[in-house]
């Protein structure tokens, strides 16, 4: 085993390292912050404030993370014309925001 290789890739391991606490920090902080306001319309007796939450949380919680990571990069990567005509290409184009997303969804 050659230990060389493993000290030439700790500055790449920790680079990782502090951009997955990095992400984890961000997705948690925004994803409480969505997640007060759907609670409190999850639990209301009008059915056009529960209902699409109800939907939301169904469908995130069916599917597994990374079916949800492929289908927001890759699925919503098709559509980048209708994406560039409501200006929301430049957020769709890049992976660290889609994963962003991902996983503040979830």
């Given amino acids: 085993m050659n230990g060389q290789i493993i000290l030439d890739s700790l500055p790449k391991l ?13 997705s948690v902080v925004v994803g409480f912050v969505l997640a007060l ?3 409190v319309a999850r639990i209301q007796p009008s059915a056009w404030l529960r209902m699409p939450v109800h939907t939301l949380i ?6 597994p993370l990374i079916l949800q990571l492929y289908m927001v990069y890759f699925g919503l ?3 980048n014309k209708e994406l560039k005509a409501l200006g929301l290409w430049w ?3 890049d992976e660290m925001h889609c994963a ?7």
Avoid: D
């Fill in 100 to 106: 962003l997303l991902v996983l503040i969804l979830n």
């Fill in 14 to 26: 920790a680079e990782g390292a502090a951009m997955t606490i990095w992400l984890t920090l961000f």
């Fill in 77 to 79: 990567g098709q559509f």
């Fill in 58 to 63: 169904y469908i995130v919680r069916g599917t």
């Fill in 91 to 93: 957020f769709f184009r």
């Fill in 37 to 39: 306001p759907m609670a």
